[in-house]
């Protein structure tokens, strides 16, 4: 695409990676090229970012669309092999150094050594035994968040919370914003009753 392309402009603005990224003009007719059956109606196509997902071998085994619009769903998740845990970037991760995992794909591409959960209910078994943190917005207002770090917590889990003076929602605006997100995350990851402590200030 050239920079003046919607999508292409989008990622530019946002600092995001283009080798990463692929783009559709007409989602659900592609989707349904590579595995079909899986819209009925395809009346109301649309043209999506893909964002795909890789195994540690490299192999594609999902992928998520990335809307343009900022009505109705704004992602959608494929599975091309049901039962595949949605994670993004298991192929780019060393798995012997600190894993970051953050919510959604776009901001783990601005992370050194990160990946994301496309969804809430992600399962990361296959994270066992490696030291990884986990990365969620900056919304200390936001119930199904703070429960789901109080339950790291709870776990024995690392989180990152984030410090009082970053006003921004989501990494990709902490970066452009100026913030340098690396050192912010590495510096305030926590785990036991220190991160409950901290938790509770950014709450309030």
Request: contains cysteine.
């Amino acid at each position: 695409l050239n920079n003046t392309h919607p999508a292409k402009g989008y990622i530019l603005n946002r600092r995001l990676p283009t080798e990463a990224l692929y783009y559709t003009e007409k989602f659900m007719e592609w989707t349904n090229s590579v595995k079909p059956g899986t819209f009925n109606e395809i009346s109301r196509d649309e043209g999506r970012i893909i964002i795909p997902f890789k195994d540690k071998e490299g192999s594609v085994f999902g992928f998520q669309g990335r809307s343009l619009s900022n009505s109705g769903l704004r992602y959608i998740t494929v599975l091309l092999e049901e039962g595949r845990p949605k994670i993004y970037g298991l192929n780019s991760i060393d798995y012997d150094k600190r894993i970051y995992i953050t919510e959604g794909p776009f901001d783990s591409m601005l992370l050194s050594n990160a990946i994301a959960m496309a969804g809430a209910d992600v399962s990361i078994d296959s994270l066992h035994g490696t030291d990884h943190v986990f990365v969620y917005d900056n919304e200390p207002r936001n119930v199904q968040i703070v429960s789901r770090i109080s339950k790291h917590i709870t776990d024995g889990e690392s989180v990152v919370i984030w410090p009082s003076d970053i006003k921004e929602k989501d990494i990709n605006d902490m970066v452009l914003a100026g913030h340098d997100v690396q050192r912010i995350v590495s510096s305030c990851s926590y785990q036991g009753l220190t991160a409950t402590l901290k938790l509770n200030d950014w709450r309030k």
